[in-house]
């Protein structure tokens, strides 16, 4: 399968981009939210803006799971980090992610036995490892990642490895998305649609958008040239007075999504009635937790979670960054008291924010811009 | 990689575990009794994988990982005999 190759030629880029000329309207200003953090990631690595028209603008969205999570949620996981004889697992990013009161880096040096791990299988590994003590994954991500977390939850009940618990963080993409597009203060035009979240939801789920909110879709993939003919799709669509879903990611996303995860996704968790979003407050139905069935092996059961609410700091904008209000560098502290080596927001501590993403490759070309 | 160290980092090629972004691997060898893979990635490195999403996979195979499990498989339509899928091009794709 090729995922990669041809999806990073030049020549076709540059054939796009000159396509998405000759296709926008004089005149007209297009605001276009890319949902996923990884399509953030890829617009600023590879300088997928610069090859646009300059009325054609990309708003950031929502979709890195790591900026999205509220600080009291990490304190909660650093509570339970802290309880005598835990393990406690944890993807990378997670690591840096500011609670009221530090880090779980921060934890782990003040003894706690913090540990990351690449995957949910490497934390029941160390489960398997570690009878003797207990061992809780600090489980994140959207649809792409919930399957991972439920198909290991099967293992452990299946091995009966009890030793092993999972806080669930997982979120779900449509119920953010609506409450975007219910927002007065946002003016989308179309919307890239997350690539590999519809490799395991299909395309069904985002026929919302079109069909309530008259915007169209396009489902892209992760290279320039599949963000370069995503925005072409979508700014086609728009002249010629069409909405509707588009699947530009065929060669991965089938329509039907993955029937085996979703029939997992819907064993092992089950939805809470809502959870908090950074920057978007509490959202309906927008998150997981472990279902009845798997209760043995939900962390929030076996320890008390204090279930600590924290504002954000003051200082920072990531509410407005992830609703696509204002742009990375219009943030009060960013650059200055923000950075990925002291963030004060999550957009600045995933590589998927949109704020790491501009810091680390956009802000050199802005900074020509403006000279 | 040390525990220690955060994943990441500024020249990091994005986030493998908990954003939206996934890897291509290549199946080694199949466990079909426990539904595991070991994949290599195009340096050789190679990781366990979780196939049951995706089953059956034989070596060769090439596969989009994401956080340990692999979510997508390459269509049947554009393998080869299974002869050719260790090495070589893969089929002509237009974007």
């Known amino acids: 399968m090729k995922f990669v190759d041809e999806f990073r030629d030049a020549e076709l880029g540059g054939a796009l981009a000159r396509e998405i000329l000759s296709t926008v309207e004089p005149g007209r200003h297009y605001k276009i939210m890319e949902v996923c953090g990884g399509h953030t990631h890829s617009i600023y690595k590879y300088g997928v803006d610069d090859l646009l028209p300059a009325n054609v603008e990309l708003v950031h969205g929502p979709g890195c799971p790591v900026c999205v999570i509220p600080m009291g949620r990490v304190d909660d996981g650093i509570a339970i980090a802290h309880e005598p004889g835990v393990i406690f697992t944890c993807f990378g990013d997670m690591l840096r992610v500011p609670g009221a009161d530090g880090t779980l880096m921060d934890a782990k040096a003040q003894g706690a036995d913090v540990r990351m791990v690449y995957s949910p299988l490497d934390a029941l590994r160390i489960a398997r490892e570690n009878p003797g003590r207990e061992v809780v994954f600090f489980a994140i991500g959207f649809e792409t990642t919930a399957p991972s977390t439920a198909l290991t939850l099967k293992r452990a009940k299946a091995e009966g490895i009890a030793n092993f618990t999972c806080m669930c963080n997982h979120v779900t993409i449509v119920p953010p998305l609506r409450a975007l597009l219910d927002s007065p203060d946002l003016r989308l035009d179309g919307f890239i649609g997350p690539g590999h979240v519809a490799t395991i939801v299909g395309a069904r789920p985002f026929q919302f958008i079109p069909a309530d909110y008259g915007r169209p879709v396009v489902i892209s993939g992760f290279e320039p040239v599949d963000l370069l003919q995503s925005v072409q799709m979508i700014l086609r669509q728009l002249r010629e007075s069409r909405c509707e879903v588009e699947n530009q990611y065929s060669r991965v996303v089938p329509h039907e999504g993955n029937v085996r995860a979703l029939e997992v996704m819907a064993e092992v968790f089950a939805l809470r009635p809502h959870f908090e979003w950074r920057g978007l407050g509490f959202i309906s139905q927008s998150a997981l937790r472990v279902s009845d069935a798997y209760a043995d092996f939900d962390a929030e059961v076996r320890y008390s979670v204090p279930g600590v609410r924290v504002a954000d700091p003051k200082a920072c904008q990531c509410g407005e960054v992830l609703k696509g209000v204002i742009k990375p560098w219009e943030c009060k502290v960013f650059g200055s008291a923000c950075t990925p080596e002291h963030a004060i927001g999550t957009c600045m501590v995933s590589p998927e924010g949109a704020c790491a993403a501009y810091y680390n490759y956009g802000r050199f070309a802005r900074e020509r811009e403006v000279v | ?95």
């Open chain 2, 1 to 95: 990689m040390s525990e220690a160290l955060p994943a990441c980092i500024a020249d990091f090629d994005g986030c493998i575990t908990c954003g939206d972004h996934a890897v291509e691997l290549r199946v080694v060898s199949v466990d079909e009794a426990r539904g595991l893979a070991v994949c290599a990635d195009q340096f050789g490195a190679s990781i366990e994988v979780d196939v049951l999403l995706v089953a059956p996979v034989d070596p060769g195979d090439r596969l989009l990982v994401h956080a340990g499990t692999a979510i997508a498989r390459e269509p049947a339509e554009r393998r080869g005999p299974a002869s050719d899928r260790g090495a070589g091009p893969p089929a002509e794709v237009t974007p």
